[in-house]
């Protein structure tokens, strides 16, 4: 039988122990190094889109501001305060842009009404619903360049839809050519060459939209109004709050092409908008700096619109 030499058998007391100690103060140090990194990964996976928005977001509007304040011409980088914007305030065409503004926001609950009860018709299966998904997201792709020559020819004066309205025994509208019809025209126009977006982002939501709940309205009785209102908005206030915060921004900032095509900013300025506006100014009238004004302003009133929107939303939410 083999003996075991003394050097096996002699082990120092607390060897053990001593062992076990290292392997967990190793274990320690390296899930304190993995606590470290996940604590930091999510920072470090930011870091790039925040340093994108950065570079090219935030501080192009901090230059913009700043260069609000120079003046224009000989006055090119000479600081002149708030005079460009006193100029905007007492500008008639600027002025008529900020209350169109206004008229967007008040028909901002239709553009988004519009693309809701569509989707939720799509979403309850409504017979052809399959073709509806891909008809109504079909005027999104088309170029706004392309829409506004469409809707010239058919609300020409002498286009069909007068040709339509005359044998229905109406007289003939000038759609594009009364200034207070012009701007109606153009966000009806804008609004049906827009919303397939807005769709697709209802029926996104309507895919977290508990079944159950339209089951049980199904089986008290609820009618098609009363789901809508009770069961599908307070179940959608996430999505219906997003879809009415890009609806706002894309009319303000997305409506320059069928401008451009449709109207031109006429007839007598009755169709300005800021980003119209500002186009103007800057490329027409070769004053940079009043357009940055006006970029400035058209930027405190989106923040404050879309505020209000998301604060509004928030409390009829809780109230329901």
Same mark, same amino acid.
């Given at each position: 039988?083999? &003996? *075991? ?6 082990? =120092?007391?607390g ?24 604590r ?11 340093? &994108?928005?950065v570079?090219?977001? !935030? ?27 006193? *100029?905007?305030?007492?500008d ?8 169109n503004?206004? !008229?967007l926001?008040?028909?901002?609950p239709?553009?988004?009404? &519009? =693309? ?41 004066y #002498? ?9 229905a025994g109406?007289g ?8 207070? $019809? ?8 804008? &609004? ?8 697709? $982002? ?11 709940l339209?089951?049980?309205?199904? $089986? ?15 179940s ?34 009755s169709?300005?908008? =800021? ?27 989106m ?5 209000l ?10 109230? #329901?």
């Open positions: 039988m083999p &003996i *075991e030499s003394p050097s096996r058998l002699a082990r =120092p007391a060897s053990g122990r001593a062992g076990a100690a290292s392997v967990t103060h190793r274990g320690r140090r390296w899930d304190a190094r993995g606590w470290r990194a996940e930091f990964a999510p920072y470090v996976l930011v870091a790039p889109a925040v340093l &994108i928005i570079v090219l977001r !935030l501080w192009p509007l901090v230059l913009g501001v700043n260069f609000s304040f120079t003046g224009d011409g000989e006055l090119n980088g000479t600081p002149v305060g708030l005079s460009n914007y006193l *100029e905007l305030a007492g008639p065409l600027f002025r008529t842009s900020l209350r503004v206004g !008229l926001v008040l028909l901002l239709v553009a988004v009404a &519009i =693309p809701g009860l569509l989707a939720t018709f799509i979403y309850l299966r409504v017979p052809g619903h399959r073709v509806y998904r891909s008809v109504y997201f079909f005027p999104a792709v088309l170029s706004p360049v392309i829409v506004g020559a469409i809707f010239n020819l058919l609300l020409g #002498d286009g069909p839809l007068n040709a339509l309205l005359g044998t109406v003939p509208v000038d759609w594009l050519g009364d200034p207070g $019809v012009a701007m109606f025209t153009v966000v009806g126009v804008h &609004i049906w060459a827009t919303f397939g977006m807005a769709l697709v $982002v209802f029926l996104a939501g309507f895919s977290t939209l508990d079944a159950s339209l089951d049980a309205a199904r $089986v008290d009785g609820a009618s098609l109004r009363r789901t809508i209102w009770h069961v599908i908005i307070p959608l206030t996430r999505t219906i709050q997003f879809v009415f915060v890009t609806t706002m921004i894309g009319m303000l900032t997305s409506m320059f092409g069928l401008l451009f095509v449709m109207t031109n900013g006429g007839p007598e300025g169709t300005y908008l =800021p980003e119209f506006y500002i186009w103007h100014q800057q490329g027409q009238m070769n004053q940079p700096a009043l357009a940055s004004a006006a970029s400035t302003v058209l930027f405190v009133v923040l404050v619109v879309g505020l929107q998301i604060t509004l939303l928030r409390r009829s939410g809780r109230q #329901d």
